[in-house]
C-alpha cells in the first residue's frame, strides 16, 4: 500500500476540506476573498510565489507560482465558489461531516475536493523538485459557477500556461472535452387589459406560444448532431417570467433559452440560429418578439484531442492508481477548460467525486477518491515537467 494512504495524510485532507468548507462561497459571494486568502496562505506555506487578483469586488483569483529551472509551464485549476446551498440537507451543509466513508458538505465535491487535492499534489511536487524541471503553477480562480469570470479574466492577462488539470467531480477518471452552454432573454410585448375583457388587450403569454413550437423544432433539427464524448446539443425552455396581477392581460412576458453546444459548434453560428428561430416565432405571432439579453454562463464547448500527450498522461496516472483501464469521457456540463483551451493551454479536466451529486442537498465526495486524486494529479505533472 502507498505512503499516501496513511492515515496522517488523509486526515490533513479531511482537516483542510473542512477548513474551506466552512468558507461559505456560495456564488455570488463576497466570502470569495476569505477563501481566497485561505488557499493563498497554504501555497505561501509551501514555497510558492502568490498573488491575489480581484476579479470581481472582493472577489479574487488566488495564483501561486513555483519556478524550478527551465522547461514547461504546468497549472492546476479549480474554483472557489460553489452554488448556493438550497433546502434539503441532513445537517449544516458548510460545517463538514463523515458518514459511511464519505464526506458531506457543500462544495465537498464541486470543486473543494478537487481544490485540496490540488494542493497536496503541489506541496508534494515542491518537496520532489530534484526530479522535475519547469513552473508548476495553482490557479484558483472565482465564479466559476456564474460566468467563469476568474478563468477569463485569468487567461487575458497571464503568461502562457502549456498543459493543465482542471479540477471537477469525474471519480478520478479523464474527462477530455465538456459542453457549452449559451442562455438568451426572449422578451414578447403584448398589451395590458382587464382579464374579465381580454379582447382589448394583447397577451403577451398566449403570443409567445410560437416560440415555444419553434423551440421544440430546433431541438429535434439540431439533436441529430453528435459528439462521440458528450453526445448532442440541445435547446430548451428553463425560465419564463410574466404576468404581474391575477385580473391583468399580461403585456410581457420573458423566456429564457438554454442552448447546449458541442465541440466544433461554433458560438456565433448559434446565437445566429436562436436570432432566426426568433425571427420565425415573431412572425407566426405577429407580436413584438426579440433577444434583449445573454445571460452569463461558463462559456462555450472545447475538447483535447485524445492523443494529445496531457490525456496521455493523464490515462497513465488513472492505469496506474486504479489498477485497471478507464475511459476517456466528455462532461455533459461546462467548466474553465474552454478558456484555457482558448488561450493554447492543453489540459484535461479530472478529479474526486461524483458529477452526478454536484449541486445538490447532501453532496458528497468519497475520502478514498481524495487520496486517489492527489496520487493522480502529481502524476500528472511529474509525467508532463520530468523531462524539463
Given at each position: 500500500m502507498s505512503a499516501l494512504f496513511t492515515t496522517p495524510v488523509l486526515a490533513s485532507l479531511i482537516t483542510d476540506l473542512e477548513q474551506i468548507v466552512a468558507i461559505n462561497t456560495e456564488n455570488p459571494s463576497r466570502h470569495e476573498l476569505e477563501a481566497a486568502r485561505w488557499v493563498e496562505g497554504r501555497m505561501r506555506e509551501m514555497g510558492c510565489a502568490t498573488t491575489l487578483v480581484e476579479v470581481l469586488p472582493e472577489r479574487p483569483n488566488a495564483i501561486g507560482v513555483f519556478e524550478n529551472g527551465p522547461g514547461p509551464v504546468f497549472a492546476f485549476n479549480t474554483h472557489m465558489d460553489v452554488v448556493p446551498a438550497g433546502e434539503g440537507w441532513s445537517s449544516d451543509p458548510f460545517r463538514l461531516w463523515r458518514e459511511g466513508g464519505m464526506l458531506y458538505g457543500r462544495g465537498s465535491n464541486d470543486a473543494k475536493g478537487p481544490l485540496?487535492?490540488?494542493?497536496?499534489?503541489?506541496?508534494?511536487m515542491i518537496r520532489g523538485r530534484d526530479s522535475w524541471s519547469g513552473t508548476l503553477m495553482g490557479v484558483f480562480v472565482a465564479d466559476e459557477e456564474v460566468g467563469s469570470a476568474g478563468a477569463r479574466h485569468y487567461v487575458k492577462t497571464a503568461p502562457k500556461i502549456d498543459y493543465c488539470v482542471v479540477g471537477e467531480p469525474t471519480s478520478c477518471t479523464t474527462v477530455a472535452a465538456h459542453k457549452g452552454s449559451m442562455r438568451p432573454i426572449v422578451q414578447v410585448k403584448g398589451k395590458?387589459?382587464?382579464?374579465?375583457?381580454?379582447?382589448?388587450?394583447?397577451?403577451?403569454?398566449?403570443?409567445?406560444?410560437?416560440?415555444?413550437?419553434?423551440?421544440?423544432?430546433?431541438?429535434a433539427r439540431i439533436k441529430s448532431r453528435r459528439h462521440p464524448m458528450v453526445g448532442n446539443p440541445s435547446l430548451t425552455i428553463t425560465r419564463a417570467n410574466g404576468g404581474h396581477a391575477d385580473n391583468v392581460v399580461p403585456d410581457l412576458i420573458e423566456v429564457m433559452l438554454d442552448r447546449r453546444m458541442i465541440?466544433?459548434?461554433d458560438e456565433d453560428v448559434v446565437k445566429g440560429e436562436i436570432i432566426e428561430l426568433v425571427a420565425r416565432a415573431a412572425a407566426d405571432s405577429g407580436a413584438e418578439m426579440e433577444i434583449v439579453d445573454y445571460r452569463p454562463t461558463t462559456g462555450g464547448p472545447t475538447e483535447t484531442a485524445l492523443d494529445h500527450l496531457t490525456v496521455a498522461a493523464a490515462q497513465r496516472a488513472c492505469l496506474k492508481y486504479h489498477g485497471h483501464e478507464t475511459p476517456i469521457t466528455g462532461f455533459q456540463g461546462g467548466c474553465d477548460l474552454v478558456h484555457f483551451r482558448q488561450a493554447g493551454t492543453h489540459g484535461?479536466?479530472?478529479?474526486?467525486?461524483?458529477?452526478?451529486?454536484?449541486?445538490?442537498?447532501?453532496?458528497?465526495?468519497?475520502?478514498?477518491?481524495?487520496?486517489?486524486a492527489v496520487q493522480i494529479y502529481r502524476d500528472i505533472a511529474f509525467d508532463l515537467l520530468k523531462t524539463g
Open positions: 485540496i487535492c490540488m494542493l497536496e499534489a503541489i506541496a508534494q395590458t387589459a382587464h382579464s374579465g375583457t381580454p379582447d382589448l388587450g394583447i397577451n403577451a403569454i398566449i403570443e409567445a406560444a410560437p416560440l415555444y413550437v419553434e423551440v421544440a423544432r430546433e431541438h465541440p466544433g459548434e484535461v479536466v479530472l478529479g474526486p467525486g461524483d458529477l452526478a451529486v454536484a449541486h445538490k442537498p447532501d453532496e458528497f465526495v468519497p475520502e478514498a477518491e481524495l487520496v486517489l
